[in-house]
T-cell receptor, first 111, second 112 residues
Framework: GGIITQTPKFLIGQEGQKLTLKCQQNFNHDTMYWYRQDSGKGLRLIYYSITENDLQKGDLSEGYDASREKKSSFSLTVTSAQKNEMAVFLC??????????FGPGTRLTVL | GDSVTQMQGQVTLSEDDFLFINCTYSTTWYPTLFWYVQYPGEGPQLLLKVTTANNKGISRGFEATYDKGTTSFHLQKASVQESDSAVYYCVLGDSGYNKLTFGKGTVLLVSP
């Protein structure tokens, strides 16, 4: 088995601040993902990466940057945090059979 | 593009009740469909996978089937337990085997 580790678990930021979320996986999967989860809206894909140094935009990429530094790690940057924003950001990794494995999430609050 | 619709935002049951959650999907591809489950404080995890080859999946007492004619996909369980309380997502896989499209989720609350 493997595990997805997300840091930090809780992130509190100020309006306009640049914030970075980190994700590590030890499944040795090629593909990694960042999703945003808002209450009542399901999961929306922000970015994904099919290999090291690759980046693909999802449906919600505006306002975010991402970086796949190496196969096991994938970071997401909120380029300018929006006041009163609250969401959970979920990282996942996946194999070619569509199955994705998720981390526990980073909960963002912007004051 | 691909889309998934879950109409039931919340389902409230008592233990031993029958569970039925439905969703509809839209895609131009032969779909691979999933149900993911998310427990409080955790990320979603795969519950069931159904492909066009088998039309049905079974896991942990849950059964999922899909109907190509009506493009619907449902999840059922004969007798729910309090521990089944969670959010259930209907999910559609893309033709490139890279992306998943999630429905908005159905909150299942089971009282003892």
């Amino acid at each position: 088995g493997g595990i997805i580790t997300q840091t930090p678990k809780f992130l509190i930021g100020q309006e306009g601040q640049k914030l970075t979320l980190k994700c590590q996986q030890n499944f040795n999967h090629d593909t990694m993902y960042w999703y945003r989860q808002d209450s009542g809206k399901g999961l929306r894909l922000i970015y994904y990466s099919i290999t090291e140094n690759d980046l693909q935009k999802g449906d919600l990429s505006e306002g975010y940057d991402a970086s796949r530094e190496k196969k096991s790690s994938f970071s997401l940057t909120v380029t300018s945090a929006q006041k009163n924003e609250m969401a959970v950001f979920l990282c996942a990794s996946g194999d070619r059979a569509h199955e994705q494995y998720f981390g526990p999430g980073t909960r963002l609050t912007v004051l | 593009g691909d889309s998934v619709t879950q109409m039931q935002g919340q389902v409230t049951l008592s233990e031993d009740d029958f569970l039925f959650i439905n969703c509809t999907y839209s895609t131009t591809w032969y779909p691979t469909l999933f149900w993911y489950v998310q427990y409080p404080g955790e990320g979603p995890q795969l519950l069931l996978k159904v492909t066009t080859a088998n039309n049905k999946g079974i896991s942990r007492g849950f059964e999922a089937t899909y109907d190509k004619g009506t493009t619907s996909f449902h999840l059922q369980k004969a007798s729910v337990q309090e521990s089944d309380s969670a959010v259930y997502y209907c999910v559609l896989g893309d033709s490139g085997y890279n992306k998943l499209t999630f429905g908005k989720g159905t909150v299942l609350l089971v009282s003892p």
